[in-house]
């Protein structure tokens, strides 16, 4: 019996997205991960007939990743999941997908003009890196369009989206829960608009519990790994003022800084509790395992496939924006 796409992801330990997109010559994988795989699928008799039969589908999605700072989107599992949803929805709708990067510095216009004449019926735009501004030239888009990730009130078209307010505000209330004293906020040094969205719910939750907002110690972390260790360790080193708990932009901030404060002695969660957003799989291999919001990243991707898949085959188009709910991911941290 042949092995499987599924059954390949897990012996290499790569996302299915991944194995897919290798096993069908599209862009999106690295070339080493390309070579593992393919060599993988030798060794353990993959069967490509079913690859050459999925490649017989004759519609053709386009799914764009917008690149502006280059710490957001990229070979995270965060884009995994969302890959591996999007390709799962397209081979339901028996589509073929096409997967392309727009950098900032791009001519952004000239590539959404090649994408207009091409035999692609429709777009998915993830756009977690994007600012306003940067939305503007899609409104040439000819083609349907769904964001990824991203709105705009300036364009009309149809979003699927994390609902940011409502899971900082669940996690931040479980903090004051628990820990009965007001949050601290480790906050994105990248303005984009989810983590602005997180901060609205988490000052939403402080202020219903009739907390004074000012009150809040509020530092400014890079969002990764490395860079919320080093700007931990500083503000450690300095001497800063430090919260009882915090709420962190993401699991990555949430992560940096644990490591930090337990190299400077402090305990997580006896001295100071924290709880992540986005539940990415690290977040529970951490000790003690993070406390986290866990957003269903491969539900959006399929939504957002589904989504566009209407508008291509409806008459009638309305716009809707799609917010998915997030679930509190309750772990040690906290």
Known sequence: MSITAKELAKKLNLSE???SM??????GVSTETR??????????GYDFTKTKRDQKQTGLISFIMYKRQGAVVGET?????????IVTACSEFEYKL??????????VEEMINDINYSESGGVILLGTEMQPEDLLPFANMRKPLVLLDVYSDF?????VLINNV?????????LIARTKKQPGYLRSSYNISNFNERADGFYKSIRLHGMSVSKSIVHKITPSVEGAFADMMELLEQGEELAPCYFADNDYIAIGAINALQKKGIRIPEDIAIIGFDNIPMASYLE???TTINVPKKYMGETAVKRLVEIMNSRVHLPVKIEVSTTLKKRRSV
Do not use: W
């Not at 290798?22 to 862009?27: E, G, S």
């Not at 599992?77 to 949803?85: A, I, N």
């Open 98 to 107: 096409h997967i392309s990067y727009i950098h900032k510095d791009d001519d």
């Open 17 to 19: 997205a991944a194995v």
């Open 22 to 27: 290798a096993l069908r010559n599209k862009q």
């Open 77 to 85: 599992p965060f884009f995994s999941e969302l890959s591996e949803g």
């Open 166 to 174: 409502q899971g900082a505000f669940i996690a931040t209330n479980y």
């Open 35 to 44: 070579k593992r795989v393919m060599e993988a699928a030798d060794k353990y």
């Open 155 to 159: 364009i009309g078209y149809d979003c």
């Open 288 to 290: 003690p395992s993070l």
